[in-house]
Nanobody, 121 residues
């Protein structure tokens, strides 16, 4: 089961690190995606790690503030978020894809429960 954690309330300019773990699957075999959904808005792609070569990719507006990574030994993926802004407030989800990489929700077949990130200004 896929599970994201690490959310919370943080002041603008602060940082959070989200974690994503799965109890039954080996992350090495999947691309990993991070998405977020703010109230009243559609879910949007944030960042991802490609399957097999671990190359990372981001939505352009977040590049430089957010960093995605994974630890094979812990079978855990991370989303480091720095310089948080009020507009980063959303529920954040991690997801797994059997594709090499994708930026689309439909490219990911497994989703975890989200974790709430709230940035106060």
């Amino acid at each position: 089961q896929l599970q994201a954690s690490g959310g919370g309330v943080v002041q603008a300019g602060g940082s959070l690190r989200l974690s994503c773990v799965d109890s039954g699957r080996t992350f090495r075999n999947y691309a990993i995606g991070w998405f977020r959904q703010a109230p009243g808005k559609e879910r949007e792609f944030v960042a991802g790690i490609s399957r097999s070569d671990d190359s990372t990719y981001y939505t352009d507006s977040l590049k430089g503030r957010f960093t995605v990574s994974r630890d094979y030994g812990k079978n855990t993926a991370y989303l480091q978020m720095n310089g948080l802004k009020a507009e980063d407030t959303a529920v954040y989800y991690c997801a797994l894809s059997s594709m090499y990489r994708s930026r689309e929700s439909r490219g990911f077949g497994s989703w975890g429960q989200g974790t709430q990130v709230t940035v106060s200004s």
